[in-house]
C-alpha cells in the first residue's frame, strides 16, 4: 500500500470487515487528520498523506489525529503548517445553537433507546498476556473514539457521530456506563477532547465558527442521503478543516472560550500534567484567499502554547506532518507522529520542550500513530501496522515500548505487541492510576469504531 499524503481518510475493507487500516490523504479541502485519528468504524486504516498527513484522529484527530489519513487516517483521523505564514484573524465569534430538530429529540445527548448493547468482548491468547477483563465502554453512536479519562478516571471524553449529525461531536460520560452528554455545540466538526488537569475544564477543536457552514452540512447531509439510497460505502475522509479552532469550555459545554482563530487547521491539542501549557498541531500555512477546496494543509507542525492561548511557539518545522503531540508526565517533553522520513508513513518521534533534543523513537516500514504516555512509568502505547508487503493487508494493533533517558537524550527499549485482533485497535490511551487502557476498536458486534477498555498487567 502506497501512502501518501493528503487528507487523511479511512478505507472500509470489504474483503475482512473486521480490518482497519487507516488512510491518510489530505482532501481538497485542505484538512487534516485528528489527533490520534478519530474513531474508524469498520474500515480499514492506510495512512496515505498526499499533501500533509495526519494521523487517524479515528483525531484525532483513526483518528489519524490526517494525508495522515490516506496516509495514515487522520480520528485515520487525527485532534499542519510550515512557517507561521500570513495568518488571518477569522470572524468574531458568535454564537452557534444545535439543529433544533437534534435538541428537541435529544436534549442530553442520549443514546438512542433502541441502540444496540455491547457486546461481550473476547481476548485471544497473545492478547491475555497483558490485558485483562475487556469490556466495550460506548454504545449508541454510529461510531465513537479518541477518548480519555478525566484525572479522577471517573468520567471519559470522546468524539461521536450521533444518529442525527454527519459530523463528529464531543461527548463525556461516566467510563462505568451512562448516557452520554453533549459538550461541543452540536454542529461543526469537531476533534480530539482533553480534560485539564484540575478536572474543571475541557479541550477541543471545533469549526462550529466557519461562516458557511449550513452549506457544509448540507453538502454532508445530502451526501449521507445519496449513499442511504444507493448503499454506496464511501472511504471515510478527515476533512483538516482550515476553520477548526481550539476552544475550552466547562465540563457541561458552557462558559466556552476560543484559544486559537488564525485561519487555518488548529486541532489535537493536550495539556500538560500542570495545565499551564497545551502542544498541539497547526497548519499556518493555509492560504485564506483560496477556495475552501483549494485549502490545502501545507506543512502541519507541533506548537506549544500558553493554556489561555497566549505566547504561542513553533517547535517542529521539518517536512511533512507533524501531529498528535501529548506533553510527557514530567513536563520534559513531548511525544508526536512524522512522517518526514517517508510520506504517509508515520514514525514516533520526541523532542525537548525546549524544542531541542529531538529522537526519532520508531523507524520501521510500516505506519506507527497515536502514542500516549504511561503516567507514572517509562513506557509508552501507540497504534501501529506493518506496510512491507504490498499484497497483504496492514492490520493496525496496540504495542508498548519501555523507554530510558539519560543525560538529556531519550532513548527507545523493548516493545511488546498488546493485541492481534483482526479488528482494527488504534488510539490508545492509559487510566489515570496506570492500570487500564481503553482504546478505539472495530470489535463491536457490527463492526462500528467503540470505545473499549482492558486491565493492564506485567509492566
Given at each position: 500500500m502506497v501512502l501518501r499524503r493528503s487528507n487523511l481518510a479511512?478505507?472500509?475493507?470489504?474483503?475482512?470487515?473486521?480490518?482497519?487500516?487507516?488512510?491518510?490523504?489530505r482532501r481538497a479541502v485542505g484538512?487534516?487528520?485528528?489527533?490520534?485519528?478519530?474513531?474508524?468504524?469498520?474500515?480499514?486504516?492506510?495512512?496515505?498523506?498526499?499533501?500533509?498527513?495526519?494521523?487517524?484522529?479515528?483525531?484525532?484527530?483513526?483518528?489519524?489525529?490526517?494525508?495522515?489519513?490516506t496516509a495514515a487516517l487522520a480520528a485515520v483521523w487525527v485532534c499542519l503548517g510550515m512557517s507561521a505564514a500570513v495568518a488571518h484573524a477569522q470572524p468574531s465569534p458568535t454564537k452557534v445553537e444545535p439543529s433544533k430538530a437534534a435538541a428537541a429529540a435529544n436534549?442530553?445527548?442520549?443514546?438512542?433507546?433502541?441502540?444496540?448493547?455491547?457486546?461481550?468482548?473476547t481476548l485471544s491468547p497473545l492478547e491475555s498476556e497483558h490485558l485483562a477483563n475487556l469490556r466495550q465502554v460506548t454504545q449508541g453512536m454510529v461510531k465513537a473514539g479518541e477518548g480519555y479519562f478525566s484525572p479522577d478516571g471517573r468520567d471519559i471524553v470522546y468524539q461521536a457521530v450521533p444518529q442525527d449529525y454527519p459530523f463528529y461531536q464531543i461527548y463525556t460520560q461516566p467510563?462505568?456506563?451512562?448516557?452520554?452528554?453533549?459538550?461541543?455545540?452540536?454542529?461543526?466538526?469537531?476533534?480530539?477532547?482533553?480534560?485539564?488537569?484540575?478536572?474543571?475544564?475541557?479541550?477541543?477543536?471545533?469549526?462550529?465558527?466557519?461562516?458557511?457552514?449550513?452549506?457544509?452540512?448540507?453538502?454532508?447531509?445530502?451526501r449521507q442521503e445519496e449513499d442511504r439510497r444507493t448503499g454506496a460505502r464511501r472511504r471515510y475522509e478527515w476533512d483538516f478543516d482550515p476553520f477548526m479552532d481550539l476552544f475550552e469550555s466547562d465540563l457541561d459545554g458552557g462558559n466556552r472560550k476560543q484559544l486559537t482563530s488564525a485561519y487555518g487547521y488548529d486541532a489535537e491539542g493536550a495539556y500538560s500534567k500542570d495545565g499551564k501549557l497545551i502542544a498541539f498541531c497547526r497548519d499556518s500555512e493555509a492560504d485564506p484567499k483560496a477556495p475552501v477546496s483549494d485549502a490545502r494543509p501545507k506543512n502541519p507542525d507541533i506548537y506549544l502554547m500558553n493554556a489561555d492561548g497566549s505566547k504561542?511557539?513553533?517547535?517542529?518545522?521539518?517536512?511533512?506532518?507533524?501531529?498528535?503531540?501529548?506533553?510527557?508526565?514530567?513536563?520534559?517533553?513531548?511525544?508526536?507522529?512524522?512522517?518526514?522520513?517517508?510520506?504517509?508513513?508515520?514514525?514516533?518521534?520526541?523532542?525537548?520542550?525546549?524544542?531541542?533534543?529531538?529522537?526519532?523513537?520508531?523507524?520501521?516500514?510500516?505506519?506507527?500513530?497515536?502514542?500516549?504516555?504511561?503516567?507514572?512509568?517509562?513506557?509508552?502505547?501507540?497504534?501501529?501496522?506493518?506496510?512491507?508487503?504490498?499484497?497483504?493487508?496492514?492490520?493496525?494493533?496496540?504495542?508498548?515500548?519501555?523507554?530510558?533517558?539519560?543525560?538529556?537524550?531519550?532513548?527507545?527499549?523493548?516493545?511488546?505487541?498488546?493485541?492481534?485482533?483482526?479488528?482494527?485497535?488504534?488510539?490508545?490511551v492509559f487510566s489515570p492510576d496506570g492500570q487500564r487502557l481503553m482504546w478505539t476498536s472495530t470489535r463491536a458486534a457490527d463492526r462500528s469504531s467503540q470505545l473499549f477498555t482492558a486491565e493492564l498487567r506485567g509492566f
Open positions: 479511512v478505507v472500509p475493507f470489504a474483503s475482512n470487515p473486521h480490518g482497519s487500516p487507516i488512510a491518510l490523504r484538512q487534516r487528520v485528528e489527533r490520534g485519528l478519530g474513531p474508524v468504524s469498520s474500515l480499514a486504516v492506510s495512512l496515505a498523506i498526499t499533501g500533509r498527513v495526519r494521523p487517524l484522529g479515528f483525531g484525532t484527530g483513526l483518528f489519524f489525529r490526517p494525508g495522515l489519513f436534549p442530553e445527548g442520549k443514546a438512542p433507546a433502541n441502540s444496540a448493547g455491547p457486546t461481550v468482548p467510563f462505568a456506563g451512562g448516557p452520554p452528554r453533549l459538550v461541543s455545540t452540536g454542529r461543526g466538526r469537531t476533534t480530539c477532547s482533553y480534560f485539564s488537569p484540575d478536572g474543571k475544564r475541557l479541550l477541543f477543536a471545533s469549526s462550529h465558527l466557519d461562516p458557511q457552514l449550513e452549506k457544509t452540512e448540507t453538502a454532508a447531509r445530502a504561542v511557539r513553533r517547535l517542529t518545522s521539518a517536512p511533512g506532518y507533524d501531529g498528535g503531540p501529548f506533553i510527557s508526565p514530567d513536563g520534559q517533553w513531548i511525544v508526536f507522529r512524522s512522517d518526514r522520513k517517508k510520506e504517509s508513513y508515520l514514525q514516533l518521534y520526541v523532542i525537548g520542550i525546549d524544542g531541542k533534543n529531538e529522537t526519532a523513537l520508531t523507524d520501521n516500514d510500516g505506519v506507527n500513530w497515536g502514542p500516549y504516555w504511561h503516567p507514572t512509568k517509562p513506557l509508552l502505547v501507540w497504534s501501529g501496522a506493518d506496510h512491507s508487503n504490498p499484497n497483504a493487508r496492514p492490520n493496525y494493533d496496540l504495542w508498548i515500548m519501555r523507554y530510558s533517558v539519560e543525560k538529556g537524550r531519550m532513548t527507545p527499549g523493548k516493545i511488546t505487541r498488546l493485541t492481534d485482533s483482526p479488528a482494527a485497535d488504534v488510539l490508545p
